[in-house]
């Protein structure tokens, strides 16, 4: 436990009568991929806010790296290298591909009080730009203004920008809601190859992606963790299966 | 750099030229009202031009903008009374004092948004129009009338009609180039994404605020630049200068021009000022065959023209005129 690079301790928010987080602790060590499932409703989108430092928790402890982030604004936290997906696509619509990722490499390439010279004709910004592009296989969508890509070729360009700011925890927030069984499989054999070099924090929808690439998994229930471990534990966990997954991880 | 031959482009082209001539065709004709006219479009293009540097790229729409044209001209206004009449005192005073007031108002209000951000931007811009009425000592309500142009050791003479207006015109041009290379630039493309999705900003590691107000305070600087320029044109400055209404004419120049086009606020400016100039001249003459007398008052209502004519380009023409002109259809 003392080498995870994320460790949460006792996180607990409270939004009214709803508890979204009920003392929520986690570590993930580094390198690992781990995912965390629930129903609707199970806070999970309240954990991914409280990890990016855009809600603030009631009560409890992020740490990073051993330092304690739990009250940095988000863009502190991307700066130490933790970055996140949106669930909703939010790219900068009138942008092409290239200059969103480019972007994402601006902000962490010194400051941008620079008034004068053109940005996109800064090839510090561009070539970091279009590796994180190829990576996600959008080498040649790059000159593409994000409103003319597609939905899926949307959700790999979240995860290009997010590779792009040299992260060392990737959140991804349901990185395959709306994919049809091709583009979900991009997306999967794109998360493949990501894992091991960076450590994976992995909120997800889809059953069959999750199993087939967490190391470990925890399922959340009305904001608390009822259990958590590795796939094969989590398949046979009759908590688990009564409380939410049964149907899906039969078919799965 | 050759630029494509689009409608647009050449309309530009167009309007620059004739801005460019204009002070010769008006002194030949005698048409003197005409280079009255212009400088005072030159003038508030240019602080449109601001506007539109945080109101069209950096997404923050501000009710207050005139106020800069305010205290820009009252900088000058009140040095002049007070007998600093050097243009090298009175000009920087103006710049500053503008910055200055733009950094305490953005300070506050970019920490809120939509029509919150509006209405702070308006209170305090009615802050200092109620300051101005204050003023006694600086006549109040009547204004202050500026005896003495700002002067500038002999290199150029702004009680010069014709030199004064083409200072103006060289930085109209300054203050459209100043703005395409910022909104180009590191920083631009920062207050830009900010303007589409502030939050995504945020999560990529970009600390938004600290942008948005440097934006918010290079805005206020250069129309309080233009405020300078505005109380040097008019002799004049009083409390008026700065009133909401102001605000409201330099967002529809921009609006009107087009948000987030570097030529837009211009186009704006120069349509805006001239239509209020000929629609009531216009209707005047139509009207008078049919309903004699009564044309004159009608008119008055030749706002009732131009309200329409906005709305159209508001529906139909996001981008505004520059939008139409490039043909592009932004959502």
Redesign the interface.
């Known amino acids: 436990m003392v080498d995870a690079l994320l460790e949460i301790d006792s996180l607990t928010k409270r939004f009214g009568g709803v508890v979204a987080s009920d003392a929520i602790s986690l570590a993930v060590p580094r390198g690992e991929l781990h995912a965390v499932i629930g129903p609707n409703g199970a806070g999970k989108t309240t954990l991914i806010g409280e990890l990016?430092g855009?809600i603030a928790p009631d009560d409890g402890r992020i740490r990073f790296e051993g330092g304690d982030v739990t009250l940095l604004?988000?863009?502190?936290r991307?700066?130490l290298g933790l970055?996140?997906s949106?669930q909703i696509t939010?790219?900068?619509?009138?942008?092409t591909a290239l200059?969103n990722v480019a972007?994402?490499v601006?902000?962490?390439a010194g400051h941008?009080?620079?008034?004068?010279?053109?940005?996109?004709g800064?090839a510090r910004l561009r070539e970091p730009a279009r590796a994180a592009l190829a990576r996600v296989g959008l080498a040649s969508r790059a000159d593409v203004l994000v409103?003319k890509l597609s939905h899926g070729e949307q959700r790999q360009l979240e995860i290009a920008?997010?590779l792009?700011?040299g992260p060392r925890l990737l959140l991804l927030d349901e990185p395959m809601a709306g994919m049809g069984p091709e583009e979900s499989g991009r997306m999967v054999a794109t998360l493949r190859a990501l894992k091991g070099e960076l450590t994976i924090l992995l909120i997800e929808h889809d059953m069959e992606a999750v199993f087939a690439l967490a190391d470990r998994i925890t399922v959340l229930v009305y904001g608390r963790i009822i259990a958590s471990g590795p796939p094969e534990a989590i398949r046979a966990d009759a908590q688990v299966r009564q409380a939410y997954l049964g149907e899906e991880i039969r078919h799965g | 750099m050759t630029a494509p031959l689009t409608p647009r482009n050449v309309v530009v082209a167009v309007l620059l030229l004739l801005l460019t001539v204009l002070p010769l065709y008006a002194t030949a004709s005698g048409h003197v009202f005409l280079l009255t006219l212009f400088t005072r479009v030159v003038i508030l293009a240019i602080a449109a031009v601001s506007l539109n540097l945080i109101l069209g790229y950096g997404g923050m729409v501000s009710f207050g903008h005139a106020v800069y044209l305010g205290i820009g001209g009252y900088a000058v206004g009140i040095l002049a009374f007070e007998g600093a009449t050097s243009g090298f005192v009175q000009w920087p005073v103006a710049l500053v004092v503008s910055a200055l007031f733009a950094l305490v108002v953005g300070a506050l209000s970019l920490r809120t948004r939509g029509v919150y951000f509006i209405m702070i931007t308006l209170a305090f811009a009615q802050l200092v129009y109620y300051f101005g009425v204050g003023l006694d000592r600086y006549g109040a309500d009547d204004g202050l009338s500026i005896r003495q142009r700002s002067q500038f050791a002999g290199l150029v003479n702004l009680s010069d009609r014709v030199q004064f207006y083409y200072l103006c015109l060289a930085l109209l041009v300054a203050a459209i180039y100043l703005t395409w290379r910022i909104v180009n630039s590191r920083f631009g493309l920062v207050i830009r994404g900010a303007r589409s999705n502030d939050r995504r900003m945020r999560a990529i590691g970009f600390p938004t605020f600290r942008y948005r107000l440097t934006g918010f305070v290079i805005a206020g600087a250069i129309c309080g630049l233009a405020g300078a320029l505005l109380a040097n044109h008019t002799g004049f400055i009083s409390p008026a200068t700065m009133h909401w209404t102001r605000s409201g004419d330099l967002i529809v120049m921009v609006v009107l021009g087009g948000m987030g086009s570097s030529f837009g606020p211009l186009i704006g400016a120069v349509l805006l000022l001239t239509l209020e100039e000929a629609l009531p001249v216009l209707i005047r003459v139509v009207a008078s065959p049919v309903f004699g007398d009564a044309a004159a008052r009608m008119a008055e209502y030749w706002q009732i023209m131009l309200g329409p004519l906005f709305l159209l380009v508001v529906l139909f023409a996001r981008g505004g005129i520059d939008g139409l002109l490039a043909g592009e259809r932004r959502g």
Request: aromatic share 18%.
């Open positions: 990016s855009e604004p988000s863009w502190r991307s700066r970055a996140r949106f939010s790219l900068f619509a009138d942008f200059d972007l994402a601006q902000a962490h941008s009080f620079r008034f004068w010279r053109p940005a996109r800064e409103a920008m997010a792009a700011t």
